[in-house]
């Protein structure tokens, strides 16, 4: 996605949505996994609705980056992703799980958007 020079200086995650394409929370989660500085799955869900929030700032919404934003903030929405945290401890319990797959090539292993944050392919 391409973005204008105030955009980026808004968003605290800028290369994630420079260098991807096909942007989701899955792979939002998988990036900040990689960058290292992965938090609780609250903090971590509700960056990336402030991320699209200020996102659909810059982008007119009949634009074609503006609907796409649109679409992923509605299922954000639909998703109710900030009220089915499953327990504090999942991700505790998720994230050695990913860095071992990581650190041995396993790129199989993905992080789930919807009730758990672990699913192995």
């Given amino acids: 996605m391409e973005l204008?020079?105030?955009?980026?200086?808004a968003l605290r995650f800028p290369d994630f949505w420079q260098k991807?394409?096909?942007?989701?929370?899955?792979?939002?989660?998988?990036?900040?996994?990689?960058s290292g500085n992965l938090e609780n799955e609250r903090a971590e869900?509700?960056?990336?609705n402030k991320e699209l929030d200020i996102l659909m700032?810059?982008?007119a919404?009949?634009?074609e980056?503006?609907?796409m934003l649109s679409n992923m903030k509605t299922t954000f929405k639909e998703n109710n992703l900030s009220h089915r945290v499953s327990s504090p401890?999942?991700?505790?319990a998720c994230v050695p799980a990913l860095l071992s797959a990581c650190q041995h090539g396993n790129h199989r292993v993905?992080?789930?958007?919807?009730t758990n944050w672990c699913v192995r392919a």
């Fill in 4 to 9: 204008s020079p105030e955009c980026v200086a």
């Fill in 20 to 34: 991807n394409n096909n942007h989701s929370l899955q792979k939002f989660l998988y990036f900040r996994l990689a």
């Fill in 45 to 48: 869900y509700h960056q990336y």
């Fill in 57 to 59: 700032e810059f982008f």
């Fill in 61 to 63: 919404a009949r634009s």
């Fill in 65 to 67: 980056q503006g609907r």
């Fill in 89 to 92: 401890s999942t991700m505790a």
């Fill in 110 to 114: 993905f992080v789930g958007v919807h």
